[in-house]
């Protein structure tokens, strides 16, 4: 039987070749803070706007202690809970293992899920290191198991655009790629610290500066080299959210960093949790020989195109619409607009339809590690001061 997509919903071609029924999928969530809450609501509403080919159960949530995971599990309609995640991972009744816990607990909790057999669906970044993610890659690899990371931007049907436009020639020759993700979280010195400081993983390169890289990973292609200047602003923070106690900051509150593309085109990306002013600046301006693109996040439903018409100087605003799958499965009319939330159910469609045997549009676990080796070359360069190749 064929994953059926309704025409309304202006889906991509159903594929072929699938062995699926209406079943049941039980799902075991990590986490229940901002992005358990995000992967729960995606789980929940999947069913209702694509025609996937599992309904997800919401079997078992765990988080880090039984309070937490009993609280999680009854605010987001999970059956049962667990402070014991491996417990979730052996569960007979989860088969995808949805990963939402610190970075730190990505590698020993997608390792055990893969030696279980599930299908890994993993927070970004990857891991904490690029050999820990080539591990988490091959064990998924020799073991056949279907994986995704939740570089949630790139599922914007604006971002498809972007790269088809790219891909099509329409903008010619890429030349220039100007990339950004800046957002104000941390850039008050009373921000405490937490898992996103933590020198193990953490740190404005790796919390954001993943999501630029693997969106013009996604528009460009591969990174040849880079040559990165990592920052640290604040020299120390509370340790805890409201504590008088401080502790050093040992990870990078803003990165630059100048790339180069395999496909000859050369640029430049900045990472920033301290941009003050800045809330979702996830952005990018990519100038072509003919033409060029630019977008950002805080304005996530537009894409803007310079096609050089004479007399026609500037950029043109092209707003999201059922034209551009798969806006159409949320809503028919034009201007009404995606959320952030809807990027994630997007996701999930792609997630359940790559469990039942659907080519994996990714980025799986081996593209993730691609964004986790630029992440570390960046990191090298800032302290050797040299370019560093990929
Ligand atoms: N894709 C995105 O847009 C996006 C956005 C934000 C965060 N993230 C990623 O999601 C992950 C979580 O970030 P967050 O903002 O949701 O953090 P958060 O602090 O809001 O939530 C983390 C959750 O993990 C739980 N946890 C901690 N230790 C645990 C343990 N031992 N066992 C089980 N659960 C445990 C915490 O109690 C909490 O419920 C990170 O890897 C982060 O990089 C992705």
Redesign the pocket.
Known sequence: MRVRIPDWAKQDEPREGLTLGKRQIGIGL?????????HANAFRTVSGLFDVPFDPKLTIL????DD??RD?AQALGFERFT???QALVDDPGVGIVA?????V??AP?SLAAIAAGKTVY????LSTTATLALEMTQAAEAAGITTMV????LRNPMIRLAREIITSGEIGEITGVRGRHAENYMASPDAPH???TDPAGGGAL??IG??IISMLRYLLGPIAEVHADCRTIFPTRPVAPTSPERAPVKVDDMTHALLRFENGAAGSIEANWAATARTMDLSWEITGTRGALAFSQEAMNELRLWSGIPGRNGYTRIEAEPAHSPYGAFCPAPGHHLG?ND??VIEVAELLAAHAGAPNPGPDFREALEVQRCIEAMQKSARTGSWVAL
């Open positions: 990590v986490g229940s803070g901002f992005m358990g809450r995000c765990a988080d880090a202690t937490l995971a999680g402070s014991d995640w990963i939402t816990a610190p970075n607990l990505h909790i993993c927070e970004k970044p939740g570089f949630n931007f937490s898992f996103r790796a919390d993943s999501h952030f990027l994630k």
